[in-house]
């Protein structure tokens, strides 16, 4: 029926235009591709006549309007009427209307932030709900801020300059079966990651066994913690913040291990080691004798990387493979979700942002350079403004893709183990396709809800920028 309604419509056009052009101007035998080219041209030429000049592009537009609307808008209307029905047919007249009772079973709950105090329909949907928000919360961050910084690299004057570029971007072109594929291979027990942390382990246990003692981590740590208060006191104004927060990261955890404060009895050498790594930085940042107090903690991070008993600490005993994917009470499902999830659309808004950076003038890092401007603060006061019309962009679109997540937990983890990486969509193609006794009310309902939710972050992102930029 379709491809005999075209057939009749381009009879038409070429009929109907070949005797309209003709009845209105003369054609030679050498003006046949003219006659072609203004054959093509009828469509414009008749919606002139009819809308006008000013209402030719809007006549352009209309068929491709009438089918976006039939594929996006009357989906739209037909799912929030299947919302108000029940019964399990998918035929529209033959489901009865039950108004917002769908709705009301998702909201029969002693308290919405406990899933477990809800229905069987309210528990699902709530759990699946709170983990896509858990996800959306940590995923975003970091999908930006890794987009951002690659961005950052990748506009810069480097070798190879094109092939990172392309590499970055290679994962976006891949299937997210294929990105399941790929990830399940590396991380199930028997994969790739288990077989090269155990080749690790034995190799650093050889090494350990030949020296008498773990003097490899002492001086593996030893380099490290030299290599980074070189760089933070290389700067030439006063230390790096960057490389201070990095140093800060390893006195801390130096801290946790050597555990000083245990040499007099006392509890709270973490602590201790966090607020005097919060201390160096805050001096760092307000440049408050930072170079000495930079200097005492390196000390003081020697003093205790001597005072570990490594023998005691680094154990390497037997490694015993991982299933990363399905381990419980662990947090490793949802950390390589965020993982795979990143690894595979960072490419995408890396892309996005680097057409902002490029679009900076380079007059003006020029000038700040004149002006003896660190590179740390033309970042903040040229390209993060700057750039910031973009980034919004790239915020919005991965809030709305987090949102959406569905390939990647269903092919990785399935929503388990138990409930943990359950998100919110596969809890509607659940309830709608996966189920003995499909519920397409209530996963319509569910999805409408999803995209109220969608909706709220978009318009307070949209809000809180425009805002920020009236500043």
């Known amino acids: 029926m379709a491809g005999l309604l075209l057939a009749v419509l381009g009879a038409v056009w070429l009929l109907g235009g070949s005797l309209w052009l003709l009845s209105r101007r003369r054609y030679g035998l050498r003006q046949t591709p003219q006659f072609a080219m203004d054959l093509l041209g009828v469509p414009v030429d008749l919606a002139q006549r009819v809308f006008g000049r000013g209402g030719v592009p809007y006549a352009l537009l209309l068929p491709n309007l009438l089918i976006f609307g039939f594929f996006t808008f009357l989906p ?27 709705f009301a079973e998702l909201f029969d709950c002693d308290n919405l ?26 995923q975003v961050p970091v999908m ?68 008498g003692f773990d003097i490899v981590m002492t001086v593996l740590m030893g380099i490290l913690l030299m290599v980074v208060t070189e760089r933070a006191l290389r700067a030439g104004q006063g230390p790096s913040l960057a490389w201070t927060a990095v140093f800060a990261g390893l006195f801390v955890l130096l801290a946790a291990r050597a555990q000083p404060l245990s040499l007099l009895g006392l ?102 350079r004149m002006d003896a401007t ?39 983890t399935g929503g388990g183990p138990g409930r943990e990486t359950f998100m919110v969509v596969q809890n509607i193609y659940e309830t709608a396709f996966s189920s003995n006794n499909p519920d397409y009310g209530q996963a319509a309902a569910g999805s409408i809800l999803m995209a109220l939710v969608i909706a709220v972050f978009t318009f307070a992102q949209l809000w809180l920028t425009r805002r920020q930029s009236e500043l």
């Open 374 to 412: 660190t590179s740390w603060r033309a970042f903040w006061r040229i390209t993060l403004p700057l750039v910031m019309p973009t980034l919004t962009v790239v915020i919005v679109l991965s809030l709305i893709r987090s949102f959406q997540i569905f390939d990647e937990v269903y092919l990785l």
């Open 267 to 368: 509890p709270g050498s973490t602590l201790a080691g966090a607020a005097l790594a919060a201390g160096l930085l805050c001096c760092v940042a307000g440049d408050r004798a930072a170079r000495a107090a930079l200097t005492l903690a390196a000390v003081l991070a020697a003093a205790m990387l001597l005072a570990i008993q490594f023998d005691a600490v680094f154990d390497f005993g037997r490694y015993r493979p991982t299933n990363w994917l399905v381990t419980p009470n662990t947090g490793w499902p949802f950390f390589w979700l965020v993982f795979v999830f990143c690894w595979s659309h960072m490419g995408f808004y890396m892309l996005i942002l680097l057409a902002g950076l490029q679009a900076i003038p380079r007059d003006l890092y020029e000038a700040a």
């Open 144 to 211: 930006v801020a890794t987009a951002m910084v690659t961005a950052l690299v990748v506009n810069r004057d480097i070798k190879g300059r094109g092939f990172w570029r392309a590499m970055f971007f290679y994962p976006v072109m891949l299937s997210p079966v294929v990105i399941a594929n790929i990830w399940n291979w590396v991380l199930h027990r028997k994969g790739a990651l288990n077989a090269v942390v155990g080749e690790a382990q034995g190799g650093l246990t050889a090494l350990a066994g030949l020296a």
């Open 76 to 102: 739209m209307l037909l799912n929030l009427y299947v919302s108000m029905t029940g019964g399990s047919s998918i035929a529209l007249f033959d489901r009865p209307f039950v108004g917002l009772q769908k």
């Open 113 to 138: 932030l406990i899933p477990k105090t809800c229905t069987n329909a309210g528990y699902n949907f709530w759990t699946g709900m709170w983990n896509t928000l858990l996800f959306v919360v940590v």
